[in-house]
C-alpha cells in the first residue's frame, strides 16, 4: 500500500518524495502493523532529529542509543564530532 501511494504522489513531504531509506521505513512500519508484532527493532538511518524513525510516537519506543559517531554525513549533520553528537543527540 505505501509504494502505491508513492506511486500516485500521495506521500509527500515539503512536496519532495520519500528517499530510499524512508521509504523502506515506511514500508517496515506498515509490514510490522499489518503482522502485529509484539516488537520490532528500528535502525536509524542518518541519526538525530531529522531522521525519518523520529515519526514514531515516543510511546513506541522502549530504548534508544548511539553506538558510535562518524564524519559521514557532514553536510546533513555538522562538519564537527560535537556537531554530530549534538545532532544524533535528537533520537535519544
Do not use: C
Not at 523502506?24 to 531529522?50: P, T
Not at 530504548?63 to 562538519?79: E, P, V, Y
Amino acid at each position: 500500500d505505501v509504494l502505491r501511494r508513492v506511486r500516485n504522489g500521495d506521500v509527500r513531504y515539503n512536496d519532495q518524495l520519500p528517499s530510499a531509506f524512508e521509504l523502506v521505513f515506511l514500508m517496515a512500519v506498515e509490514a510490522f502493523s499489518l503482522e502485529q508484532v509484539d516488537v520490532a527493532v528500528f535502525e536509524v538511518g542518518l541519526g538525530g532529529r531529522i531522521d525519518a524513525t523520529n515519526a514514531m510516537p515516543d510511546k513506541w519506543i522502549a530504548a534508544s542509543g548511539i553506538t558510535s559517531l562518524g564524519l559521514d554525513h557532514q553536510r546533513l549533520l555538522g562538519s564537527t564530532l560535537y556537531e554530530i553528537a549534538q545532532e544524533k543527540a535528537g533520537i535519544l
